[in-house]
């Protein structure tokens, strides 16, 4: 790296360079490339104008690369005077900005003083609105530097007809103004069609019927192939004796017969012209095919006499080399573009011959082509000037995305997904499904792709959006909501995928309960299945026995009820609820040993025991989001990790807020007022202690019993633990004297 002193700031997760002047874009050819963020984005699809993203794509690939972006920050430092206006990303620039001590600036600057001539303004700045409009640019202007002229760059009005005619002749080309105009080429083209379709009319042969030629040509042309079949068909019948076969078919005419004939056009024509006879005569009198019938009776009444009532093969070949030589030379023909404007015209304008001066409008036209170009570069200019700096915000660093001011955004965020109470800012464009599908995983962040549709447009828009705060709520496949783009426009959504992710350390913490809860919904519908299942199955085995008769021999006598048997199973099921209970009981009695704050840490102990493993995982996972793979799978190369910290993640998501409102529910369920369902719980509070204290269950609590019966049993046995003692005393001192 360079000396020169950058300012360094650290934000999503890794040191960045700060662009906060005109000399830090100068001095960007001097930034080691292993310091920027992004070595490459693609030209489409992001929210800067892609008009400023193609002048930066130099070499035309559809990327913009980093030696790219050096060489436009040193062509736009050259040509300002100021390199800091570029930070006001302002779409109007004042002309005194343009640097005129150097050959691009003084084209350019002159270059934007004609655009605003030929729009009428009297103004020392120029817009990005002034450029953008060609037509407009060029609309009062006489020549444009393109090489076309239209009819407003004529001299006379001989030279007007004669443009216009070359316009109609060869289709013409779009001046800059818009206006369709004629170029070098197509005025030699018209001139040459001029000559050839001159000296090819020259060369003409005699029409054999006048001006009925080329009506008896094509007829003739239309009916050679049935004629012709007809004569080989007669021919065959003469042959083999079976004029029927060869002639039209009734069975096919009885096919057709109920259906509307006209639509059966056809088929008509498929049959042969004329009815076959051994003789291959047609008789010009008799009925031919209706589907032939016009074109052929057009061509008798032009070709043969009416003294004429039979053709044979040997008449339509003469008929035929009749029009050869006619035929030949209509083939020949040369210079068609021109063959509208009829002989006499295309004879006048060759004898006028204003070749030359259109030719030379065209040169004084060409003359300007380097000053009209130079209006491509002011517009180059003045797009990079409101949009180069944006696009170094999102490419040298990424100080749109991680900006305080939340109003500002980054290209690549395209809009905000409203869902499930909540509003998404962070939302990609889906360029490839299948690449995001393979790496958004490793983005740590839960992300819900949607499809897009909406009226104002046939295609549908695929995105990705982050969750970054709240809970998954109700979101899954298939939930509805609603999208709205960069430019206002809403989009109807529907979540097609879902790739799961911590969204925040309070959903983790719950989401183990909510795990526990799912599994024992699932069992208890798995359960419940299998119990419908089997009770189904049972029902139709009984329905489906045979009924045992009394009668029956092998029928087996019901069991009798074996009271021994329900007896164990009761007893078993008394210890089990007693064991419970039990230990219930001796957890409870540790449980209110204890004094207030040991208690809290006792459960606070057993919450982090359960939800401190899913807090831990999804504390790191959310330090861990990044978003730098969703925008390698859109196409770019991000250099740098790209972060998500909890904090700025939360804002990326807004939650509804409501005040707080003491309202009523007209639709809640209507039932005891508040202070009577007090009293009915106090009650049975009151009622559930006092049998608790009587039956001597709160003696634990040092609460016992009033009743003697509990005390009357206590003094018994501690009575026969004095007696049991005493005994065994005196058994202990009688045994030595024994001996």
Known sequence: MSNYKWTFQNI????????????????????????????????????????????????????????????????????????????????????????????????????????????????????????????AIFAQTR???????????????????????????????????????????????????????????????????????????????????????????????AYSNDVAVLDVQSARIEAISADNLTDKMAEIASYPIARISPDALIDLNAPVNPAWETIFRQLKEIVWSKEKTTLSEDDWKTLGDTFAPYAAWKAAQAGTMVASLGIATVEQMLTGNRKAELLQLVEQDKALETEADTIQEVDRLLHLYRDFYTLLKNFVTLQDFYSPDRERKAVFQIGTLVIDRRACHLCFRAEDMGKLSTMAPASGMYLIFCD??????????????????????????????????????????VVTKIIDNPIGIAQAFWSPYRRMAKWVEDLINKRAAEKDSAIMSEATAKLSEKPVLSADKDAKPAQPFDIAKFAGIFAALGMALGMIGTALVSVAKGFVALTWWQAVLVIVGILLLISGPSMIMAWLKLRRRNIAPILNANGWAVNASSVLSIGFGATLTDTAHFPKLKMKDPFAKKGLATW????????????????????????????????????????????????TEETVIETVTEEPTAE
């Open 452 to 493: 897009c549709t909406t009226k104002n447009r046939p295609d549908k828009l695929q995105i990705v959006a982050a969750m970054t705060q709240g809970d998954t709520g109700e979101l899954m496949v298939g939930k509805n909501a609603i999208f709205y783009d960069r430019q206002g426009h809403d989009w109807d959504a």
């Open 143 to 237: 020549f444009n530097g393109d090489g076309v002229i239209t009819e407003s760059s004529a001299d006379t009005d001989e030279q007007k007809t004669l443009i216009n005619a070359i316009i109609a002749a060869t289709g013409g080309t779009p001046d800059r103004s818009g206006v369709q105009g004629i170029n070098a080429g197509q005025i030699e083209a018209f001139y040459t069609a001029l000559a050839e379709y001159k000296a090819w009319n020259d060369s003409a042969v005699q029409a054999p019927y006048g001006d009925q030629t080329d009506v008896a040509m094509a007829a003739y042309n239309a009916l050679d192939t049935k004629v012709r079949d007809f004569f080989l068909r007669s021919k065959l019948a």
């Open 676 to 723: 009577k369902k007090w009293v009915i719980t106090l009650a049975a509070a009151v009622v559930v202690f006092v049998g608790l204290w009587l039956g001597n269950l709160l003696s634990w609590a040092k609460l016992p019993s009033p009743l003697s019966y509990f005390h009357h049993e206590v003094v018994t046995e501690v009575v026969a633990e004095i007696v």
């Open 12 to 135: 999503g997760g890794t040191t960045r360079i700060k662009l906060n002047s005109g000399e830090d874009i100068r001095h960007l050819p001097e930034l080691d490339e292993k310091m920027w963020t992004v070595l490459s984005c693609p030209v489409t699809n992001l929210q800067i104008d892609e008009r400023s993203l193609r002048y930066i794509d130099l070499d035309g690939d559809g990327k913009i690369h980093v030696s790219e972006v050096v060489r436009t920050a040193q062509w736009l430092t050259a040509v300002l005077n100021n390199a800091d206006l570029l930070l006001q990303e302002s779409d109007t620039m004042p002309l005194s900005a343009i640097c005129t001590d150097t050959g691009d600036g003084q084209r350019i600057y002159a270059s934007a003083r004609q655009i605003l001539r030929n729009l009428g303004k009297e103004t020392d700045s120029i817009s990005v609105a002034d450029t953008s409009d060609s037509i």
